[in-house]
């Protein structure tokens, strides 16, 4: 199972972003899918997850502000960004968990991880 994450660049706060992730394989629909950040010198954090039948959950600190969603024809999941803010400069990363044996909120749920894009909010 491979992830490419894209769609990382340069923001102004109160901006928007979409993030992508596409995923190789045939089973896509079946997995859950996680988004997580790290800033410079931070731990890696959870963001947003979705499960295979389409239920969410978010962090606290993103809740009415990112959107996840999923597009299983595309073998797609999306993360919506809307009014960033500086502290959401992060290297984004998708994640997927096969085997829905962990809560979804932590890094070590998820069995397959993309590569990370970038992402700065600035002025």
């Known amino acids: 199972v491979q992830l490419q994450a894209s769609g990382g660049g340069v923001v102004q706060p109160g901006g928007t972003l979409r993030l992508s992730c596409v995923v190789s394989?045939?089973?896509?629909?079946?997995?859950?899918m996680g988004w997580f950040r790290q800033a410079p010198g931070k731990e890696r954090e959870f963001v947003a997850a979705?499960?295979?039948?389409?239920?969410?959950y978010y962090a606290d600190s993103m809740k009415g502000r990112f959107t996840i969603y999923r597009d299983n024809a595309k073998n797609a999941v999306y993360l919506q960004m809307d009014s960033l803010k500086p502290e959401d400069t992060a290297v984004y990363y998708c994640?997927?968990?096969?085997?829905?044996?962990?809560?979804?909120?932590?890094?070590?749920?998820?069995?397959?991880w993309g590569q990370g894009t970038d992402l700065t909010v600035s002025s």
């Open positions: 994640a997927a968990d096969d085997d829905y044996t962990g809560s979804g909120y932590s890094t070590s749920t998820y069995d397959y």
């Open positions: 979705i499960r295979n039948g389409a239920t969410t």
């Open positions: 394989g045939r089973t896509f629909s079946r997995y859950r």
